[in-house]
């Protein structure tokens, strides 16, 4: 990408530019992983030298719903990064990084965006880069979603797939949009706001989300008291809920709540809240600590007793048992 959050740019008349949220600069190991590894929740990080020359530059600007970033080391750095509540888009216009080693391992190339492992630890390693990285917050992606898909709260993406030109095209072109936005605008500004919504878009388009999009003619008012029946679900999901508590908060009878489902999704809306606790039980496994919980314990919270029942109605859809999630 041309735009960068560092390029000596003047402001446009009239405006302030932005405030950089983190701005640090060093040339020796200790400072950088003390700078660093707080930003993503390292805990093992070591960096060394490549030449008498090492030196590093971090700065990010934006707000605590995106921000965009650039990251430079003359230098090796290797540890384990864990991101919470944010998605974490990053490229390379420089330099050699793996990301996720041991597990799902991706070699970076240059220019081709890449998505941090979402919400769970992960292990990296960069070596004398040039990094381009846009943090954005996790309700602001969930938000978006919603404009196309059934959202429970949950995020999966197959990130190890390469995401096509066109959407990296679209993604650059989101990016710089904010960045000129951000710059000429300011962060009160609609410009910005909308900017963002963009740029999650974009990332949308090269990582799409595994949810189920909306049915045709979902959302019209013929269909709102189906939509407000989805989102009872979504929100109750916890709790013991029955078809009757369903058909009430839609104001439909039972009869009409399994005739609603059955025809906007193919599927009872008991099996619909079923998929949706299943889903749950995925996203928790994904982030939580293997040695501080089990796979029982988790299912057993979001109503699943029968765990032979369960691990292969889970594997069906998730392609891995419940164990292989937990211990990834």
């Known amino acids: 990408?041309?735009?960068?959050?560092?390029?000596?740019?003047?402001?446009?008349?009239g405006t302030t530019p932005p405030t950089s949220l983190?701005?640090?600069?060093?040339?020796?190991?200790?400072?950088?992983?003390?700078?660093?590894?707080?930003?993503y929740g390292g805990?093992?990080?070591?960096?060394?030298?490549?030449?008498?020359?090492?030196?590093?530059r971090y700065v990010a600007v934006g707000d605590e719903r995106m921000s965009i970033r650039r990251s430079q080391m003359h230098g090796y750095l290797r540890g384990d990064v864990a991101t919470e509540g944010e998605v974490v888009v990053q490229w390379l216009d420089?330099?050699?990084?793996?990301?996720?080693?041991?597990?799902?391992?991706?070699?970076?190339?240059p220019g081709v965006p890449t998505m941090f492992p979402v919400e769970r630890r992960f292990e990296m390693e960069y070596q004398d880069w040039d990094q381009r990285?846009?943090?954005?917050?996790?309700?602001?992606?969930?938000?978006?979603?919603?404009?196309?898909?059934?959202?429970?709260?949950?995020?999966?993406?197959?990130?190890?797939?390469?995401?096509?030109?066109?959407?990296v095209g679209q993604w650059r072109t989101a990016v710089a949009g904010a960045v000129r936005a951000l710059r000429e605008d300011g962060e009160g500004s609609l410009a910005w706001h909308e900017s963002q919504r963009d740029v999650a878009r974009a990332l949308l388009r090269m990582y799409p989300l595994q949810a189920e999009r909306f049915p045709a003619g979902y959302g019209t008012r013929s269909d709102g008291r189906?939509?407000?029946a989805v989102e009872f679900i979504q929100a109750h999901a916890h709790e013991p809920l029955t078809v009757a508590d369903i058909a009430e908060a839609a104001g439909l009878s039972i009869r009409g709540i399994q005739e609603s489902f059955q025809?906007?999704?193919?599927?009872?809306?008991?099996?619909?809240?079923?998929?949706?606790?299943?889903?749950?039980v995925h996203e928790e496994l994904r982030i939580l600590d293997p040695q501080a919980t089990s796979v029982a314990?988790?299912?057993?919270?979001?109503?699943?007793?029968?765990?032979?029942?369960?691990a292969s109605v889970y594997a069906a859809r998730f392609g891995e048992y419940p164990r292989e999630t937990l211990r990834r």
């Open 1 to 13: 990408m041309t735009d960068s959050t560092t390029d000596s740019h003047p402001a446009a008349a």
């Open 22 to 39: 983190v701005a640090v600069a060093g040339q020796d190991t200790d400072s950088a992983i003390s700078s660093l590894a707080g930003m």
């Open 43 to 56: 805990k093992a990080w070591y960096s060394r030298e490549l030449d008498q020359d090492y030196w590093y």
């Open 94 to 109: 420089r330099g050699e990084a793996r990301v996720d080693i041991g597990r799902d391992e991706i070699r970076m190339k």
């Open 133 to 167: 990285l846009v943090h954005l917050r996790r309700d602001l992606v969930l938000d978006v979603a919603a404009e196309d898909h059934l959202v429970d709260g949950t995020m999966a993406f197959d990130v190890t797939v390469e995401p096509d030109p066109a959407a």
């Open 226 to 228: 189906l939509r407000a």
């Open 263 to 280: 025809r906007a999704f193919e599927r009872s809306p008991m099996t619909y809240l079923r998929e949706v606790r299943l889903g749950r």
């Open 297 to 310: 314990d988790v299912a057993r919270r979001w109503g699943f007793a029968h765990m032979g029942r369960f």
